[in-house]
C-alpha cells in the first residue's frame, strides 16, 4: 500500500505553533501551503488549541475522536490517553467524532484511516502528548492569571489547584490562548497514571443503551429523498436495458436512474424505494465471472497450486534439503470460503450537494477518501465538502471501502435532491466486497527432537490490494482520471500476479515459529470478485491453516500440542510466554466427559493470542462450551475493552467457523440474509474467560487477534472429539 | 386513517397500511432508536413493544397495530432516565457498536416484565431473535442477570420490611 511513514520523531518535529495556540498535527503531503480551517464546533468564548480538544467557558472539555468508532471503543481509548496527561476524566468529556482534516491522520498510515488494530498503538503517545501539551499552557496561563509560581500549582479532574482553592481550566483560556509552547511537556510515569490501565467504563455506553447515538442510516435532513440500488448479480455488470416502467409508477418513486453500480430508485420513503426497487427489471451484460461456482474457484486454486509456480515470498534456508532430511513430514490442504462483513448496520450514507457545496453523513474507516469521491463526482472543489462522521454499526474492514459514498453522491448530484442511499440486507450479504476464499498448501518437517526445520506454504486465491486501490485512489489523487484509475488498479493486479506478494494474501502463514527453512508461495487467481479487508485480513483464513497443521505435526511427532508449540517458538519470546500461560491454564482445566480441549496460539497486529475451546459433538453438531484466551497487547489502556475485543474477536470467529461461507453459483452469491447466512445468536456463544498479561510495553492491537486463533483452536478440539481432521471452513463433520 | 399509541402518546398516520411499523417509526415519526437490520424479521435490531410484547416491527404492518400500544427504546428510558436495564448495559459495558442494542434491551425489558427472574436458558431462548455481530451476548446476558438479580433483592428488601 502506498503508505507514508510517520515516526514520532516526524510528528514532533512537525508539532507546531501557529496563531494563538497550539497546534498540534500532521502536515499530511507538504504541498499545502495554508492549513484547511479545523471542522471543529465554533465556540463563544471558549478555546481550541488543537484540532483535539476545547475548552469551553462552563469548563466543558471537548474531545473530537480522530478515529472512527465502530465498537471496538476507540472513543473511550482515545479519550482515556489525551485525559490521562490533560487531566480530565475521559467520562467527564463531551466528546465529538471528528471531521476530515490533515490533524486527524493516522499516524501508522500516513492518512485519515481507522483499521489495523492500530489506534491505540498509533496514538498512545501522539494523544497524550497533546493532552500534556495543553495541560502546560493552561498551567502557565494561571500561574500568570493568580500571580503564584507554576510550580505552586496542580491539576484535578479539569481544575487548576492552588493552596486549597479550585479554579476551573476555563478561567485561565483567555490568557492560554495568548501562549505558546516552548518544548513539549513531559509525560507522566505509568506509575503515576489516574487512568490508563483502569476499569472505567465505555464513554459511548449511554448513548447506545437509550437509541440517542446517531448512525449514518439515523441522519435525516430537511427534503430527504430515499434511494436503493438494483445490482447486477455477477458483480461489475454494467445494465444492458432496463424496464423501470412499473417501478416509477410506484407510490412515492421520484427518480430511477442509471449509475456507475447498477440503477438506482428514488422515492419519498426508504419502504417506497425498496418496493419499487423490485419491480425494476435489468438485462444485464454476460461477463467471464458468470460462470464461474465455489466449486470453480476451489478447482482453480488447486490447479494453481499444483502447477506451482507463484511469486515466491519469504525464503530462507534450504527447504528441499531440509525436507530430505526431516524425521517426519507432513502435507495438507486448508480451505477458507469466501465471506461477507454484514456489520449490523447496513451500508448508507447521506450526500446533500447544494451549488458548488456538498455535505456528507456516513460512518465511514476511511474519512480521508471522502472530500476527493464527493468532489469528483460533484464536481466541486474538494474544500467544499463537509464530511459527518457519525457512529459506526459496525466496521469489520467493510466500512474501509468507500462506494456507497459514490452511489449517494451520484444520485444527489443527478437528481438535485438531498439523498439517503442505503443498501438493504441482501445487498450486503451479495455484493461485498468479499473476504477471499483461500486454498492454502503447508508441507513441514520435523527431525528427531521436536524441532521444526522445514516450512514450505503456499495460498491460492485473490489479492485484496488491487480494490483497495481502485477504491481509493480516486479519492487520493483527484487529479487522476478515471482511466487511469482503472489503469493503476490494473497494473498492481499485475504487480501481484507477476513480482510480489501482496501482504495481505500470505501474512501469518509462516511467521510464528522457528524453522529455519521456509519457502512461501503465492498464487493470485483473479476470478473478478470484489474483495477487502475482513476482521484480521490474512490472519483470518492463515491462522487455521497454520495452526491446524501444527496440531497435525505435534500428533505425528509424538508429542504434546503445548510442548510442541513452546520448542518452536524460542525466537518469538512473548508469544511463548503466551503459549505457555495458556498451556498451564489447559493443564489444570477439568471438563466433563465428553467435552474436548482445542489449543491454537497466533500473533496478528503486533499482539501475541492463545485460545483453547472446551467442544463437544453431539448428534454429528459441534457445540462451543467455553474460550480461554491469553493475550498480551502490551500495557491495556482499558482492560474492560480488551477484554470485550477478545470476547467479539472470538464471537466473530466462531460466526465463520461454524456457518460462515458464500457460494457461487453462475458468479451470483447464492445466500442473502441471515436465514441462508446464519450468524452465532446467544444461545450458541460459549463462555468467554480472558486474561491479560501485563508486559508493560508500549499498546499493540486488540481489535484483530482475538480472531484468528478460534478457528483452528475448535477444529483441534473437533479432532480430538471425533478423530476428523476437518481442514476446510466452515467446520463441517462428515 | 390507522390510529394508535406511540410512547404513551396517541398519533395517527394515513401512510399505506401495508408499510413496515419500523419505517413508519423511523421515517415519518422520526424516531431512529429502532434500527433497520435485515428487513426479514431476523435479526431484532427492530424490536419494539406492541402491547407490551417485543415484536420485529420490520415484517409487521401498521395495519396490525392499529388501536395498540407501541412503545420503542426511546419510550424505555431516557439518559437523564434510565431504565434499570439502560443502566446496567452502561454498568457493565455491553455496547460495542451498539447498532442492534436498542433491539437486545427491549428484547429483554418484554422477558423481565413477563418473566423477572428467568433461568440461563430462559434468557438465552428470550434472546435468539436478536443477532450482534459485535459478539456482545456475554455481556448482554450478564446485565440481564444483574437487573433480575437486583429486582429479587429488591422484592426481598421490600418484603422483609413489610412494604410488599
Redesign the interface.
Known amino acids: 500500500m502506498n503508505t507514508v511513514n510517520f515516526s514520532r520523531r516526524r510528528f514532533l518535529q512537525t508539532s507546531a505553533i501557529t496563531g494563538g495556540g497550539l497546534i498540534v498535527g500532521f502536515a499530511m503531503t507538504g504541498c499545502s501551503s495554508t492549513p484547511a480551517p479545523l471542522p471543529v464546533a465554533s465556540t463563544e468564548g471558549g478555546w481550541t488549541p488543537n484540532a483535539f480538544l476545547q475548552v469551553l467557558p462552563d469548563n466543558t472539555i471537548r474531545f473530537y475522536t480522530a478515529r472512527s468508532?465502530?465498537?471496538?471503543?476507540v472513543t473511550t481509548g482515545l479519550s482515556t490517553l489525551v485525559g490521562e496527561e490533560l487531566d480530565v476524566n475521559p467520562l467527564d468529556m463531551e466528546i465529538r467524532l471528528a471531521g476530515a482534516h490533515e490533524d486527524y491522520v493516522n499516524p501508522d498510515f500516513g492518512m485519515q484511516g481507522t483499521g489495523g488494530s492500530s489506534s491505540i498503538h498509533a496514538h498512545y503517545l501522539h494523544l497524550r502528548q497533546v493532552g500534556a501539551n495543553t495541560r502546560a499552557l493552561i498551567l502557565e496561563a494561571a500561574s500568570q492569571d493568580l500571580g503564584v509560581s507554576a510550580s505552586s500549582l496542580s491539576t484535578d479532574n479539569g481544575f487548576v489547584v492552588h493552596g486549597g482553592k479550585r479554579h476551573p481550566y476555563a478561567d485561565f483560556i483567555a490568557t492560554a490562548q495568548t501562549l505558546n509552547i516552548e518544548a513539549d511537556a513531559a509525560l507522566k510515569p505509568a506509575s503515576e497514571f489516574q487512568y490508563i490501565g483502569q476499569e472505567t467504563?465505555?464513554v459511548?455506553?449511554?448513548?447506545?443503551?437509550?437509541?440517542?447515538?446517531?448512525?449514518g442510516?439515523?441522519v435525516?435532513v430537511p427534503g430527504m429523498h430515499?434511494a436503493v440500488v438494483v445490482r447486477a448479480p455477477v458483480a461489475r455488470a454494467k445494465a444492458e436495458s432496463v424496464n423501470a416502467d412499473s417501478a416509477r409508477s410506484m407510490?412515492g418513486v421520484t427518480d430511477v436512474l442509471a449509475i456507475g453500480t447498477g440503477v438506482a430508485v428514488v422515492a419519498k420513503?426508504?419502504?417506497q424505494a425498496?418496493q419499487a426497487a423490485a419491480k425494476v427489471e435489468v438485462q444485464w451484460e454476460s461477463l467471464p465471472l458468470a460462470s464461474v461456482s465455489t466449486e470453480t474457484l476451489r478447482r482453480d486454486y488447486s490447479a494453481a497450486l499444483n502447477a506451482g509456480d507463484g511469486v515466491e515470498g519469504p525464503v530462507e534456508g534450504d527447504i528441499d534439503a531440509a525436507m530430505q532430511s526431516a524425521s517426519t513430514t507432513h502435507e495438507a490442504e486448508y480451505w477458507a470460503p469466501l465471506l461477507s462483513h454484514?456489520?449490523?448496520?447496513?451500508m448508507n450514507a447521506v450526500v446533500r450537494i447544494e451549488g458548488d457545496e456538498a455535505d456528507v453523513w456516513t460512518g465511514i474507516q476511511f474519512p480521508s477518501a471522502v472530500p476527493g469521491l464527493v468532489s469528483r463526482v460533484a464536481d466541486i472543489p474538494a474544500e467544499n465538502v463537509r464530511f459527518h462522521q457519525t457512529?459506526?454499526?459496525?466496521?469489520?474492514g467493510r466500512r474501509g471501502t468507500p462506494s456507497h459514498l459514490v452511489e449517494a453522491a451520484e444520485i444527489a448530484k443527478a437528481t438535485g435532491k438531498p439523498i439517503q442511499l442505503?443498501w438493504?440486507?441482501e445487498d450486503d450479504v451479495r455484493h461485498g466486497p468479499f473476504r477471499p476464499a483461500s486454498l492454502m498448501r503447508i508441507k513441514a518437517g520435523v527431525d528427531e527432537a521436536g524441532n521444526l526445520t522445514a516450512w514450505d506454504a503456499s495460498r491460492a486465491g485473490g489479492d485484496i490490494s488491487p480494490d483497495t486501490f481502485r477504491g481509493l485512489l480516486p479519492a487520493l489523487y483527484p487529479w487522476m482520471g478515471d482511466s487511469m484509475v482503472e489503469g493503476v488498479a490494473n497494473l498492481s493486479e499485475w504487480y501481484f500476479e507477476t513480482f510480489a506478494t501482496d501482504e495481505s494474501s500470505t501474512e501469518g502463514l509462516f511467521e510464528d515459529y522457528d524453522q529455519p527453512n521456509t519457502r512461501v508461495t503465492h498464487m493470485t487467481v483473479d476470478h473478478e470478485l470484489p474483495l477487502t479487508f475482513w476482521r484480521a485480513v490474512g490472519h483470518s483464513y492463515s491462522a487455521f491453516a497454520k495452526e491446524s497443521m501444527i496440531d497435525e505435526l505435534a500428533q505425528a511427532a509424538g508429542m504434546d500440542e503445548v510442548a510442541f508449540r513452546l520448542q518452536n517458538t524460542q525466537n518469538s519470546p512473548r508469544l511463548n510466554n503466551v503459549i505457555r500461560v495458556a498451556g498451564e491454564r489447559m493443564a489444570n482445566m477439568r471438563v466433563p466427559a465428553g467435552h474436548h480441549l482445542g489449543f491454537a496460539a497466533h500473533h496478528s497486529f503486533r499482539t501475541d493470542v492463545a485460545e483453547i475451546a472446551e467442544v463437544s459433538v453431539e448428534n454429528g453438531k459441534i457445540r462451543v462450551h467455553k474460550v480461554t484466551c491469553v493475550l498480551d497487547c502490551g500495557q491495556a489502556v482499558n482492560p474492560?475493552?480488551v477484554r470485550?475485543q477478545m470476547?467479539?474477536?472470538?464471537?466473530?470467529g466462531l460466526?465463520a467457523a461454524l456457518y460462515g461461507g458464500l457460494n457461487l453459483e453462475n458468479g451470483a452469491i447464492k445466500e442473502s440474509?441471515?436465514?441462508d447466512y446464519p450468524?452465532?445468536?446467544?444461545?450458541e456463544?460459549p463462555?468467554?474467560e480472558v486474561v491479560i498479561i501485563d508486559s508493560g510495553t508500549k499498546p499493540t492491537g486488540v481489535g484483530e487477534p482475538g480472531l484468528p486463533p478460534i478457528a483452528p483452536a475448535v477444529a483441534n478440539a473437533v479432532y480430538k472429539a471425533t478423530g476428523q481432521r476437518l481442514r476446510s471452513l466452515p467446520l463441517q463433520l462428515a | 386513517m390507522i390510529h394508535f399509541t406511540l410512547n404513551g402518546d396517541p398519533v395517527q398516520t394515513e401512510l399505506d397500511p401495508s408499510t413496515p411499523l419500523l419505517w413508519v417509526v423511523r421515517d415519518h415519526f422520526k424516531l431512529k432508536g429502532s434500527k433497520f437490520g435485515c428487513g426479514a424479521g431476523l435479526c431484532g435490531a427492530c424490536t419494539m413493544h406492541v402491547d407490551g410484547a417485543a415484536m420485529k416491527t420490520c415484517v409487521t404492518p401498521i395495519a396490525a397495530v392499529a388501536n395498540k400500544s407501541i412503545t420503542t427504546i426511546e419510550g424505555l428510558g431516557t439518559p437523564e432516565d434510565l431504565h434499570p436495564l439502560q443502566a446496567a448495559w452502561h454498568e457493565h459495558a455491553v455496547p460495542q457498536c451498539g447498532y442492534c442494542q436498542s433491539g437486545q434491551i427491549m428484547a429483554a425489558a418484554a422477558l423481565l416484565d413477563a418473566n423477572p427472574n428467568p433461568s440461563s436458558d430462559e434468557i438465552d431462548a428470550a434472546m435468539a431473535g436478536n443477532i450482534c455481530r459485535c459478539g456482545c451476548y456475554p455481556r448482554i446476558k450478564r446485565a440481564i442477570q444483574s437487573v433480575s438479580e437486583n429486582a429479587l433483592a429488591y422484592d426481598a428488601m421490600a418484603q422483609t420490611e413489610g412494604r410488599a
Open positions: 468508532e465502530m465498537g471496538q471503543g467504563r465505555r459511548d455506553a449511554i448513548a447506545k443503551a437509550t437509541g440517542t447515538a446517531q448512525f442510516i439515523d435525516d430515499y407510490p420513503s426508504f419502504w425498496k454484514s456489520p449490523m448496520e447496513p457512529y459506526l454499526g459496525g466496521g469489520f442505503v438493504t440486507r474492560d475493552i470485550s470476547e467479539g474477536g472470538v464471537i466473530y460466526t440474509n441471515f436465514h450468524m452465532l445468536r446467544m444461545d456463544s463462555e468467554i
